[in-house]
């Protein structure tokens, strides 16, 4: 029910009812989950709105949730978001949860889909967080997040909990500021409207995961790109549960030295993939094109890509995950056949565009069918195996 777009009306599926309180201030404040996305024009139910927002997370969990902002009239400018009053959230036992440490708010910037990429339109689209507006209030992580009349945003709101955190609840409020009005960041009457904000830590013990969870991510926007972008990429996709990230085709270099040695340059390699392991990543997906490099550009050979493998074991990091190919399109089913002969591999591959649940793969689909069956029957032989792109 992430869209509800043209369809509201009747019993099942009744249109929203504003509060006179949502009609005078101009906006409505819906807590939703993060997945699925909630689309800019989604239509809350009666009962989804202006409730209060309730994070679950246990000691040593990230755990995040969606608020959802419709504008109902032209609102003159963005809204602020962040926390009411002093930047705590009161729990049992004296204990509090420093929002400024452990809480974060961002803006998310929903994918549109153009008219000259309308064969995407079937795509799951996770929800991808976009730039951060500079906070009006640094000391408080306030964001800015604009609303065209009619629209909604979603302002991601991602919570850390502590090891050791005692169980219970722990409570405060999330203060969102018309454009004119004041934003004190202090208790007491004000013309901003305040949401009850609770984050309830449960008496848990988090095992280690048995698998490895990623997400594909190609599309981004950012007003600036400085070196930390990547990096930033990484921190933000482990706090929200992965543990395998899609590291692209960072460069090594492979090249004949003037004594007509082969030799492979690791330097940029080593930077990126030293900062998955330190931040926890147990395995990342890596680019290599069609095995035997018979076919198409970008291409990592067989050689490299053994390379790569015996560099990731010397220093003790995860090994990665080689796939081929590049964007899923129709013709899947004889590249599912053909992969799974060399590979065996039935339960790691499905259709282009076939993917239904996570941990598939989606394999590709473009020219040269010949040519990369070879590539792959000859890395079968030689016991490699092959990963296409994640499923999105």
């Not at 967080?129 to 709101?157: A, D, M």
């Amino acid at each position: 029910n992430s869209v509800r777009l043209g369809n509201v009306g009747g019993p099942n599926n009744p249109e929203p009812k504003w509060s006179p309180e949502a009609v005078k201030r101009g906006f409505a404040v819906v807590p939703r989950p993060t997945l699925p996305q909630t689309y800019d024009h989604y239509q809350p139910l009666p009962e989804e709105i202006d409730q209060p927002m309730v994070i679950t997370a246990a000691p040593g969990q990230y755990a995040s949730k969606v608020l959802f902002i419709k504008a109902l009239k032209n609102l003159g400018g963005p809204l602020v978001v962040g926390p009411k009053g002093r930047p705590q959230l009161n729990g049992p036992h004296g204990m509090y949860i420093w929002a400024a440490d452990f809480v974060e708010y961002r803006v998310n910037h929903p994918l549109k889909i153009g008219k000259n990429a309308q064969q995407w339109e079937m795509r799951p689209h996770y929800l991808m967080p976009g730039t951060q507006p500079e906070g009006s209030r640094r000391s408080t992580r306030t964001v800015q997040v604009t609303v065209p009349k009619g629209e909604g945003r979603s302002v991601w709101v991602t919570v850390f909990v502590p090891e050791g955190m005692a169980p219970g609840d722990y409570k405060g409020e999330i203060h969102v500021v018309a454009p004119g009005k004041e934003y004190s960041g202090k208790p007491g009457k004000n013309d901003g409207h305040a949401l009850p904000f609770t984050v309830r830590v449960r008496d848990l013990e988090l095992l280690e995961p048995d698998a490895t969870f990623g997400m594909y991510e190609s599309n981004s926007r950012a007003r600036q790109l400085p070196a930390t972008t990547d990096y930033r990429s990484y921190v933000d996709k482990r706090r929200h549960g992965m543990n395998a990230v899609d590291q692209g085709e960072t460069q090594i270099w492979r090249y004949t030295d003037s004594e007509g040695k082969t030799r492979i340059n690791f330097s940029a390699f080593d930077h990126c993939v030293e900062q998955m392991a330190k931040l926890g990543m147990r395995s990342f997906f890596y680019y290599c094109g069609v095995p035997s490099n018979p076919y198409g550009a970008g291409t990592v050979p067989y050689e490299t890509q053994m390379a790569i493998l015996n560099r990731c074991r010397e220093k003790g990091w995860p090994e990665p995950l080689f796939y081929v190919g590049d964007e899923p399109s129709g013709g899947g089913r004889k590249w599912a056949e053909a992969i799974n002969r060399h590979y065996g591999a039935a339960r790691r591959a499905t259709f282009a565009l076939g993917y239904s649940r996570l941990g598939t793969y989606t394999l590709p689909s473009e020219g040269g069918a010949s040519l990369r069956a070879s590539g792959w029957k000859l890395l079968g032989e030689r016991g490699g195996g092959n990963w296409s792109r994640p499923s999105r």
